[in-house]
C-alpha cells in the first residue's frame, strides 16, 4: 500500500525545536521585503527591526552558545505590527503577515507557542493566496488559486524546505542552505523583488 503524502502543514506541524525555527526562519526571510515595502510607502514601523531579529534568529541557530534576549525582540515586533484599520492600502496585509509571522517565529523560541512553524507556513501561504485574490478581482475557486504560478512555488519551496530540514540536523551549515535557497529567486513569496 502506498504511503499517503503528508500535507505542507502537517509536515511543518511535525517538526520540533531548531528545524521548525529553521523552517520559520527561511520562510519569514521571504517575507521581510513585503513589510518593508509597506514601511517604506507609509513611513510606519521600523523594516530594520525585522533583519536585525530575523539575523539574530539565524545566528542563534548557527551557534549554539548565542545569547539572545528574545522576549525583548518579540515585544519591539509586537509594538511596530500594523493595524489594517489604520491603513487604506493592500500593503498593510503582507505586512501584518510578516509580522504576525515574526511573532511566531519568536513565541517558538522562547516556548510560547511550539505549533508557530504551522503558523508562519499558513500565513506565508496565506499572503499568496490574498495576493492572487487581490490580482484576480477576488473571484476565484480554490482549484485556480491552488493553480496560480505563484502558489505552486509556494508549497514546492515550503516543501523544498521541509525535504532539506528532515534529512539533517540544524547547524550552521544547513541555515547557510536554507538562506541561500530562499534568496538565490530573488522574489518574495509574493513576488516583490527581494531587498537586503
Not at 121 to 147: C, H, P, R, T
Request: charged letters at 25%.
Amino acid at each position: 500500500m502506498m504511503k499517503k503524502k503528508l500535507s505542507t502543514f502537517a509536515r511543518a506541524r511535525a517538526l520540533t525545536d531548531k528545524s521548525a525555527i529553521a523552517f520559520s526562519a527561511a520562510l519569514l526571510e521571504r517575507m521581510l521585503t513585503n513589510y518593508q515595502l509597506f514601511s517604506e510607502a507609509t513611513e510606519f514601523g521600523d523594516a530594520s527591526e525585522f533583519r536585525t531579529t530575523l539575523n539574530c534568529v539565524w545566528e542563534w541557530l548557527s551557534v549554539p552558545k548565542a545569547k539572545m534576549n528574545f522576549a525583548t525582540r518579540l515585544e519591539r515586533i509586537e509594538e511596530i505590527t500594523p493595524d489594517a484599520a489604520d491603513f487604506d492600502m493592500y500593503g498593510v496585509y503582507p505586512a501584518i503577515d510578516t509580522a504576525m509571522s515574526m511573532q511566531a517565529l519568536l513565541q517558538l523560541i522562547l516556548g510560547e507557542d511550539l505549533q508557530g512553524a504551522v503558523v508562519v507556513s499558513k500565513l506565508s501561504q496565506g499572503s499568496v493566496e490574498a495576493y492572487i485574490l487581490q490580482e484576480a478581482g477576488d473571484d476565484l475557486e480554490n482549484q485556480q488559486i491552488a493553480a496560480h504560478p505563484l502558489m505552486q512555488w509556494e508549497v514546492a519551496l515550503q516543501n523544498e524546505l521541509l525535504d532539506i530540514i528532515e534529512a539533517e540536523s540544524v547547524s550552521a551549515a544547513l541555515c547557510k542552505q536554507l538562506r541561500t535557497l530562499v534568496r538565490e529567486e530573488g522574489i518574495s513569496n509574493i513576488g516583490i523583488e527581494l531587498t537586503d
